[in-house]
């Protein structure tokens, strides 16, 4: 079932929301050893989750759409008193003494968390193969990846083990996992949703939004996720509208711009031709489309991997063995302590981006790499505001590829990299966008992104609902 269908049956009295939530962990009792899916699975304290909703609902009180709904939490995601480990062995035994804003607003709709799910450490990934704890696979194929960072997520709710998940995005780490999954996936506008409790990877990249079955369930759990947080000083107070008002309202006579630098070289044929069928079934639908160009697209990927970086060498410089999380027991002196705790605890990739950025940053390369990559972040985001002076929204393949084998590109990090090439653009610019299903390929799944100006999700859900309602694409399921 949908989010959306199982909270009519719990409202309903169908179905209760104890029984809904022992049937999502009996799926986890089932699967999960094929999957990996969860870093900590949260019996007791979902099922009094649910309990509650039961109780409140006898009581005649009314409730949440989300109210009696298993839900997957990323785990770089704060929750008050559970381990949160951002899947690094330097976070192991720490516990929140708060929760995230988004938890607080799950947690006051009455949703059920049923698990912390896997990552790439500290979200640094395409595959989650850089989880320092275990790799997540695939529901569709257990040989090859489910995307990262947030694989933990998406696979989660591709295999059943949630109705819906939480994940978040610096540079594709929800779309790109939602593609080779085969559910919706959206990051939201940088702002719209808070990032309070979200562990810092690349503050001014990251956002967290939601993983889904369907458009519906999408834009139901961001109307819980959005609104203006004083805890966030990067959170927005733009209005927030009912997103599932906006559903049904169709494409017909809406522009939209095809970029011709996201069909290049790289793309794969079974994507390109996906994609192509995908365009065609929009422009049935009465949509106008036109081929464009983006073509500072192409300096995304070598901004980013300056920017991101940079960030995170900031931010990560707070795990000294201190504070909170692993700290070695073989230092003598304080220096030791930092630099063996660091040593032992972050794994090769945020090793290697904590370098990358730290000499971005330092003295005689901070012009030359970080200030010329922040003015080439700005032409990027006035070329995407130029483009939708035209179009009211652009279509692009969400990943070049379907999801690789499992070790197919670990000795290659340019390659691994580049998965993220589609997705990474949309992140620098701040701007919002949705993958949803568009096609299958040797039995793994494809995904079509479409892409609007800031705070204009309302367009990406008109056009990914009503692209999604005249194909069956999102009914497919893995035969797990």
Known sequence: MTARQAGA??????????ELTESVLGRIDQVEEQVHSYVTV?????????????????????????????????DNLSTVGIETTCSSKILRGYKPPYDATVVNSLNAAGAVSVGKANLDEFAMGSSTENSALFTTRNPWNVAHVPGGSSGGSTASVAAGEALWSLGSDTGGSIRQPAAFCGVVGLKPTYGRVSRYGLIAFASSLDQIGPITKDVYDNALLLNLLSGHDPLD????????????????????????????EYFAEGVSAQVKSALDTAIKQLEILGAIIEETSLPTTEYALACYYIIAPAEASSNLARYDGV??????ERAMTPLELFNKTREEGFGPEVKQRIMIGTYALSAGYYDAFYLKAQQV?????REFESAFNKYDALITPTAPTTAFAIGEKS?????????????????????????????????????????????????????AYAYEQSTEWHKSKPNL
């Open 9 to 18: 049956k719990i409202a309903r009295r169908e179905i209760s929301a104890r």
């Open 42 to 74: 949260l019996r007791d304290s979902a099922l009094a989750q649910a309990d509650s909703v039961d109780k409140a609902l006898l009581n005649g009180e009314k409730l949440s759409p989300a109210a009696g709904i298993p839900i997957a939490l990323k």
């Open 233 to 260: 000083s990067t959170s927005s107070t733009e209005p927030v509208p009912d997103f599932t008002q906006s559903l049904t309202k169709g494409v017909k006579g809406l522009r939209l711009g095809i970029p011709k």
């Open 323 to 328: 504070r909170f999380g692993h700290r070695t």
């Open 377 to 381: 972040r700005t032409l990027i985001k």
């Open 411 to 463: 000795d290659d990090p340019l390659a691994m990299k580049l998965s993220d090439i589609l997705t990474i653009p949309i992140n620098m610019a701040g701007i919002p966008a949705i993958s949803v299903p568009c096609g299958l390929s040797d039995g793994l799944p494809i995904g079509l992104q479409i892409i609007a100006p800031s705070f204009k999700e309302e367009t990406l859900y008109q056009v």
